[in-house]
């Protein structure tokens, strides 16, 4: 399993536990209109991602996450920049 | 190694009275050793700043702002993140003369392009002529200095390294101190100028006879450094009598709330603001469990309470659950106040606890408007509301009818004070500055309340205004952002906040909506929750109703407090909720009479 792939499956299982009533959930989901992560649920999400990967995100890269799979792509190049 | 901050000033008096700005005050501390500590998303103290080194850095930076070729009396914007670049930038501008305007920090996933449209709103009503922010926001900061004319952007190294040039004339006490654009929808920003004769009138205030401060006493603050109640309550304040602070940021505090109640333990804290939701945020993240006895709250004297409706239930919660730390329910002190007035109007007494007023939630209250004291067990529904105490010495409150008399106690009015920190003008506003003046040169502050022993009873902030986490919201920016989706017509839209099923507060977007299509009705309810959560990062509850379902008033205005009613009376009715009428019956969208 590619390393993307696996961030998709890990911040997929967060979100699962955050929205418990959300459809599917795939890189193309829209964190605010599908799953309806507004600014407090937003916090909680970034903080689960952030202890399960020890990163911290910064606030103004949030402003620019749309989409499931923009979470995956932030959380892979954090991960990429750390090692490089 | 990060030294730690002092927690008192060893041999310097503790003094609050006779400065006339905030330099004055800052030159004063500056000759102690207390001053600010700051602390990352992990709560780790990571920079330390006295007030001395505060002092200093202001000085030395103040001929470089002039460098930047920025005359006196120019506005200087300034993304308040909670760092010493910012406080110290700050204050580098009143050395200067240079009037600093703090910008709000984006909170919204995804929402870039409404953040970038906030902040050059506001440097455009502001005529910013010099943007600062750190490297992380500084893209688009200079993104909205483009689109506002503000001629620079730049970092906060950039300035420092600028050559210094000129000599730099403090603000004097008849000057001003900064702009706070707090109140106002984003497209027509309202930004409170704020005077030195304000500041240090409303900071005396509040730091002698509201709090009652004393040498010893220590703060801790996640509230942020754009909103009055973090800049004048937890930074200028404490200034202003010496005092330590240690900061968390926003951010911080929201992704982990206990980290509050950490530092509080950790330093021995006696003073710490919040609006409710943050004692319900910290509450509700306890639950989840932990041992809270190794938090240690008893030096926590004031609890401060703020910035939205009190709700005392959760209070209650939150005073229960962190009993075994030793948190004493007495701390709670709530207080009323507004950026208008800098900051603080009443304040109920330290060392008391809530204290509530009990009336009758029937009509009475209403309609008649008339809060009428009841007792819990009458069989008639009730209304538990927080006193928020007397006026500050110098400040009067009264309540005022529509046509501006003056209400006895119980009837519930519009709030309206009067007071030596009462701001003389919106900037470069005067229609809106004209408004909220009555004719006797009182303030009407927007929010209705009535008094009881003299005690400022709050029932509701402005009418049209959306308060949801602490944060002001105007219903204006949903609406129109609403309105930019295809598919919807300006007009077709009214947004307002409205008590759910279990009493909490929700946002209600309602939206007019001709699609027949109910896959097309379901793809536009996303559009607009999303929109929403975009521009404001807030949940909605969308309602699509049929055409003419919204009430508006004889000047063709928006009328959001009869929707607001027809919603609460449960006369709106989503066209998906709605069985569906027999075929034969299924009348023309035309002919659909406007529930």
């Known amino acids: 399993m590619s390393e993307r792939a696996a961030i998709l499956e890990t911040v997929v299982a967060i979100l699962r536990e955050q929205c418990p009533e959300a459809g599917e959930i795939g890189p193309e989901s829209d964190l605010v209109a599908d799953l309806a992560i507004d600014s407090a649920a937003a916090m909680d999400l970034v903080m689960e991602v952030e202890d399960r990967y020890d990163l911290d995100i910064p606030l103004n890269e949030l402003a620019d996450l749309r989409t499931v799979g923009d979470l995956v792509e932030l959380v892979a190049r954090h991960l990429e920049g750390r090692q490089g | 190694m990060i030294r730690p901050l002092a927690d008192h000033n060893r041999t310097l008096p503790f003094r609050v009275e006779g400065f006339r700005t905030l330099i004055e005050g800052l030159d004063y501390a500056a000759r102690g050793e207390t001053g600010f500590g700051f602390h990352d998303g992990r ?83 502001a005529g910013a002529r010099l943007a600062v922010a750190g490297t992380d926001f500084q893209p688009m900061l200079a993104e909205a200095a483009v689109q506002a004319g503000v001629p620079a952007a730049l970092v906060p190294a950039e300035v420092a390294a600028c050559p210094p040039r000129g000599r730099p004339v403090p603000f004097g006490e008849d000057d001003p101190c900064y702009i706070q654009y707090s109140s106002g929808s984003t497209s027509m920003p309202r930004g409170v100028l704020v005077t030195q004769r304000a500041l240090v009138a409303n900071a005396r205030a509040i730091a ?62 006696t003073i710490s603001y919040a609006p409710t939701f943050g004692y319900e945020l910290a509450a509700r993240r306890a639950e989840r469990g932990g041992d809270l006895a190794r938090f240690d709250l008893t030096s926590w004297r004031v609890a401060g309470l703020g910035g939205e409706m009190i709700r005392p239930a959760v209070l209650d919660r939150f005073a229960r659950i962190f ?13 009323y106040g507004l950026a208008e007035a800098t900051l603080a109007v009443t304040f109920a007494p ?108 709050v029932t509701g902030r402005s009418k049209d205004l959306i308060i949801v986490g602490g944060r002001n919201i105007w219903p204006q920016d949903l609406e129109w952002a609403v309105e930019r989706l295809s598919g919807v017509r300006a007009g077709d839209v009214a947004a307002f906040a409205a008590p759910d099923e279990e009493g909490r507060e929700e946002v209600v977007v309602v939206v007019e909506c001709r699609l027949a299509d109910p896959a097309a009705r379901a793809r536009l309810r996303r559009e607009v929750r999303g929109v929403v959560a975009r521009t404001a990062g807030i949940d909605c509850r969308v309602l699509l109703v049929p055409p003419r379902s919204l009430a508006y008033t004889t000047s063709g205005k928006l009328s959001r407090a009869t929707v607001r009613a027809r919603w609460l009376r449960g006369e709106l009715m989503d066209l998906d909720a709605a069985p569906p009428l027999p075929t034969v019956l299924a009348a023309p969208e035309s002919a659909v009479e406007p529930v």
């Open chain 2, 43 to 125: 709560g780790r103290l990571v920079a330390v700043l006295t007030y001395g080194e505060l002092a200093e850095r202001a000085r030395d930076l103040a001929p470089r702002l002039l460098g930047l070729g920025l005359a006196r009396g120019d506005r200087v914007a300034l993304v308040a993140t909670t760092d010493p670049d910012f406080i110290t930038l700050f204050f580098a501008c009143q050395h200067a003369g240079l009037v600093p305007v703090p910008l709000p920090l984006p909170v919204n996933l995804g929402g870039r392009e409404a953040y970038v449209a906030r902040l050059a709103a506001m440097m455009r009503a």
């Open chain 2, 208 to 269: 002698r006879d509201g709090l009652g401060l004393r040498p010893g006493d220590r703060c801790v603050s996640w509230l942020p450094l754009y909103h009055d109640m973090g800049l004048v309550g937890c930074c200028l304040t404490p200034t202003l009598a010496q005092i330590p602070v240690d900061y968390l940021a926003p951010t911080a505090f929201a992704r982990r709330p206990l980290l509050w109640i950490e530092l509080i333990s950790r330093y021995r804290a």
């Open chain 2, 323 to 335: 009993r075994p730390a030793g948190f004493d329910p007495r701390a709670f002190v709530a207080s």
């Open chain 2, 350 to 457: 330290v060392g008391q606890g809530l204290r509530c007023d009990l009336v009758r939630r029937d009509d009475t209250l209403e309609r008649a408007r008339l809060a009428i004291p009841a007792r819990p067990g009458e069989g008639v529904p009730v209304r538990d509301f927080v006193r928020c105490g007397r006026p500050l010495p110098g400040y009067r409150v009264e309540i005022r009818d529509e046509a501006g008399r003056a209400l006895p106690e119980r009837h519930v009015g519009r709030i309206c004070i009067a007071g030596p920190s009462l701001m003389r003008e919106y900037f470069r506003d005067p229609a809106a500055s004209a408004r909220v003046f009555e004719p006797d040169g009182m303030l009407d502050t927007g929010d209705l309340g009535y008094l009881v022993d003299g005690e400022l009873v």
